[in-house]
């Protein structure tokens, strides 16, 4: 059973660089089975996918969002991580990472086969 955890600070100053971690278990973020994303919901609003990651095909961007996201993978600590700069208040949302056995097309939950429970991240002043 792989489980996803995320983690990183639950409040961020406009401008500045938001860095959540997601760590892995019961499984290897350097599998070729799976893909890695980085998911987030704003209040009131639909899930919005932000981009993947994979061992061996690379990662992949919201073309929306590309200019201000950064998707990384560490291996050794069997870790993804995600860094969204020149955060503003549109950018409060619960974060989560979510694994699929395809490249994702959707944010849709049944897309994928596993979620972590999300992290909140507010960006206030």
């Known amino acids: 059973q792989v489980r996803l955890q995320e983690s990183g600070p639950g409040l961020v100053k406009p401008s500045q660089t938001l860095s959540l971690t997601c760590t892995v278990s019961?499984?290897?973020?350097?599998?070729?089975?799976?893909?890695w994303s980085w998911i987030r919901q704003s209040p009131g609003k639909e899930l919005e996918w932000l981009g993947a990651?994979?061992?061996?095909?690379?990662?992949f961007y919201s073309p929306s969002l590309k200019s201000r996201t950064s998707i990384s993978m560490d291996t050794s600590r069997n870790q993804l991580t995600l860094q969204l700069s020149s955060v503003t208040p549109e950018d409060t949302a619960v974060y989560y990472c979510a694994a699929s056995r395809g490249l994702p097309q959707t944010p849709r939950r049944d897309e994928y086969d596993y979620w972590g429970q999300g992290t909140q991240v507010t960006v206030s002043s």
């Open positions: 990651t994979h061992y061996g095909q690379g990662t």
């Open positions: 019961g499984g290897s973020v350097s599998t070729v089975y799976y893909y």
